[in-house]
């Protein structure tokens, strides 16, 4: 069979790619790995910016969201037993962010795809990429149990970091640049309210800690670990007890406690492909880039990356012309270097690192100072934060 686009990977970028292209009038197949109840429950980011709430809503999928979803109007800071709010409305013009999880945008995708999408397969692995020098590349891909072939005119690489496609680029053709951190993030899930309205990234002599939220009755909750940290090994007491003495502030405000349901401990990493595309190979997601997620970007850069796809495959069908395509990993790339500038500051403002010695500390401290005391340092982290328009 032949399609216009053979999308690889059914996440948040290739699910949401499939539906503006849809939109547009262009088919599309989308082939996932896995079957559809993992990539239903893979917990995973909880923040959506802006601009991915309107690419959401532009193609119909933000009913739930709109219904379910929690806007948030900033977030708290906190460091050396103080806290410090920062409001994101009257620091950008306006804009803010939703909670609402990414188990929930892929249930919302893939309900909608099922519906009345392009084909979407589950259990479809991609083995193989080829002749994307061609005009007409093919896709090898085994389904129920059989070896598949699917050409196309483009295929887009959404299939994360450890997806098939960037590899099937021939050697020497993308430069990447990469920064692996040395701590990790144990998450939990807690069957309890919130102990907070609003999120609180918490710096803490002990390491960071992040008090975050799925809905009004489930917490999420991060601590920095040490790489290699087995969850298995900390009794539910133990973690409570850590994030209650990261969070601890002057005043009254206290920690909730509530059954654990789900932990896992993230590597994290900085990762960048450049170019974007290869031939008719075209990259986007977290099979270009990966972030360290404190800066709340994974999600959204994916949403930001596929928009622009989509925009540059609805031109060439309309008019014919190649511009969009030929220029879309430069457009994409430009936002992709400040998200990872951010979440990099992010990270490093926050997290401590086993070779900090007191210097880094206090230049870390001044730096939250700085923050509380000038609204121009806290408009450029409330700008980033709740993100920049897409192109
Ligand atoms: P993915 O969601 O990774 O989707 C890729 C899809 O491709 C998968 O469904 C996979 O099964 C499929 N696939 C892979 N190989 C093949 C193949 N050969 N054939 C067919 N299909 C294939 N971001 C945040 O902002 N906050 C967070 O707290 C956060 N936590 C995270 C925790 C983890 C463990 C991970 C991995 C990421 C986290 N992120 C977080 C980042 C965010 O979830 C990602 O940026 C986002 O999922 C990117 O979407 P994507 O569609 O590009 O990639
Ligand atoms: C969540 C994850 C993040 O990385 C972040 O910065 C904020 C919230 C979350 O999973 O809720």
Redesign the pocket.
């Known amino acids: 069979t032949h399609t216009t686009v053979a999308v690889?990977?059914?996440?948040?970028?290739?699910?949401l790619l499939a539906r503006l292209l849809h939109q547009a009038g262009i088919d599309c197949v989308v082939?996932?790995?896995?079957d559809r109840t993992?990539?239903e429950q893979?917990?995973?980011?909880?923040?959506l910016e802006q601009g991915t709430v309107d690419a959401l809503r532009a193609c119909g999928a933000a009913e739930r969201l709109d219904r379910e979803g929690l806007v948030h109007d900033g977030v708290e800071l906190r460091w050396n037993r103080r806290s410090h709010r920062i409001d994101f409305p009257s620091l950008t013009g306006g804009r803010r962010v939703w909670v609402y999880a990414?188990t929930e945008v892929v249930k919302d995708l893939v309900a909608l795809q099922l519906a009345d999408g392009p084909p979407l397969l589950f259990k479809?692995?991609?083995?193989a990429v080829t002749g994307a020098d061609t005009e007409h590349p093919v896709v090898q891909?085994t389904h129920q149990g059989r070896s598949r072939t699917l050409t196309c005119d483009y295929v887009v690489g959404?299939?994360?970091?450890?997806?098939?496609?960037r590899k099937a680029v021939p050697e020497g053709q993308l430069q990447t640049f990469e920064r692996v951190y040395p701590y990790s993030?144990f998450?939990v899930l807690a069957d309890i309210p919130p102990s907070c309205d609003e999120l609180i990234y918490a710096h803490s002599p002990r390491g960071f800690a992040l008090h975050s939220m799925r809905s009004p009755t489930v917490s999420r909750l991060?601590l920095q670990v040490p790489n290699g940290t087995d969850p298995a090994t900390w009794s539910d007491k133990q973690i409570w007890d850590e994030l209650e003495e990261r969070f601890a502030v002057d005043g009254d405000w206290k920690l909730r406690r509530g059954p654990i349901t789900q932990r896992?401990v993230?590597p994290m990493r900085s990762f960048v492909t450049e170019p974007m595309r290869w031939g008719r190979i075209l990259l986007?997601?977290?099979?270009a880039h990966?972030?360290p997620?404190t800066?709340?970007?994974?999600?959204?850069?994916?949403v930001s990356d596929v928009v622009v796809l989509a925009r540059a495959f609805t031109e060439r069908a309309s008019t014919g012309s190649t511009a969009g395509l030929n220029a879309y990993s430069d457009t994409c790339l430009q936002r992709v270097w400040r998200a990872e500038h951010f979440s990099w500051f992010m990270t490093t403002t926050t997290h401590t690192a086993p070779e900090h010695s007191g210097f880094e500390t206090r230049l870390q401290l001044a730096y939250l100072d700085r923050i509380a005391a000038s609204s121009h340092a806290a408009a450029e982290l409330a700008e980033n934060y709740a993100g920049l328009p897409i192109g």
């Open positions: 690889v990977g059914g996440g948040p970028a290739g699910l082939l996932e790995h896995r993992y990539v893979r917990q995973r980011a909880g923040i990414q479809a692995e991609v083995t891909y959404c299939d994360g970091f450890h997806g098939v496609v993030w998450g991060y896992a993230l986007a997601g977290d099979a990966i972030v997620p800066g709340a970007k994974g999600l959204n850069l994916a």
